[in-house]
């Protein structure tokens, strides 16, 4: 399996390659690069299509020690990434946790990036409520691996459309498994999470192209944290999903490729940007 080794850690990743621009994908907390199976599918005819796990999730490796893996780690791992395999400037798409480091890519290098989509994603930091209640689910996780929180998990994670619907029970079971099988190691990355930072006044200096894709059900970022997103991201667009929870890429994969083929095919930076870049 192909492995990059960076700043101490082995991440795990997948290269379609080609010619066409790159496009490199972030999935969100507790699930891998395969969350992207579909997209990558339907676009690698036309972009080079790059997929990898972050740190102490899916194939690649934790780093050692027993500590949180904070989230600056992860986006300092992104920009490696992205300049280790020669992408930039690249489209980045971040589901939820590849969101936050979309975020800050884009906030503080512009340079990297042709544009940026968001799927259920969000800038700020949990709020004492929801901060409470993941605590709880990472202390368990800790001790006992994710198998006994499985079931509040999807219920957060996916909308409730989803969830009540008896023709997808085969695919609710199968995402079950999915998440059972992420080592107990796994509360590392959510303890770095759950304890983020708001970047929220850093999105002013965000000038990347931006697509916001939030579903109307999605319990983790809700709508309103995309709406504040489009509104505080200069020039972004919003789309809402009806009937789609945190997982619309997999609630909705159809819907979610339609929305990502149009916003990709119409990105543009701004010419200053692009000067920026013609420097380098």
């Not at 006994?148 to 409730?160: H, Q």
């Not at 999105?203 to 309103?224: A, K, M, N, S, Y």
């Amino acid at each position: 399996m192909p492995y990059l080794s960076i700043r101490g850690a082995r991440l795990y990743y997948e290269d379609t390659g080609g010619s066409g621009e790159p496009v490199l994908f972030s999935h969100g907390l507790l699930w891998d690069s395969r969350l992207f199976r579909d997209q990558v599918s339907a676009l690698q005819g036309r972009y080079r299509c790059v997929v990898y796990d972050h740190r102490g999730q899916g194939h690649s490796e934790p780093p050692p020690g027993g500590s949180a893996i904070d989230l600056r780690t992860v986006y300092e791992d992104a920009v490696a990434v992205i300049q280790a395999l020669g992408l930039a400037p690249c489209h980045f798409v971040g589901q939820s946790m590849g969101g936050f480091v979309g975020l800050r890519v884009a906030a503080r290098h512009p340079e990297l990036l042709r544009s940026l989509v968001l799927l259920d994603s969000s800038a700020a930091a949990e709020l004492p409520l929801t901060l409470a209640r993941y605590r709880l689910l990472t202390t368990l996780t800790h001790w006992l691996g994710l198998g006994p929180v499985v079931d509040p998990i999807m219920s957060l994670y996916f909308g409730r459309t989803f969830m009540r619907d008896p023709e997808r029970a085969a695919e609710r079971a199968l995402l079950r498994r999915q998440l059972a099988d992420n080592p107990r190691e796994v509360w590392r990355a959510m303890q770095g999470v759950i304890h983020r930072r708001s970047v929220e006044g850093e999105l002013h200096r965000i000038v990347t192209p931006t697509l916001v894709l939030v579903g109307d059900e999605d319990l983790v970022t809700v709508p309103e944290r995309a709406e504040r997103l489009h509104q505080r991201i200069q020039g972004s667009r919003l789309v809402r999903l009806p009937c789609g929870g945190h997982m619309c890429i997999l609630e909705q994969p159809e819907a979610v490729h339609a929305a990502l083929r149009d916003f990709l095919e119409t990105a543009e930076a701004p010419a200053w940007v692009e000067e920026i870049r013609g420097l380098g």
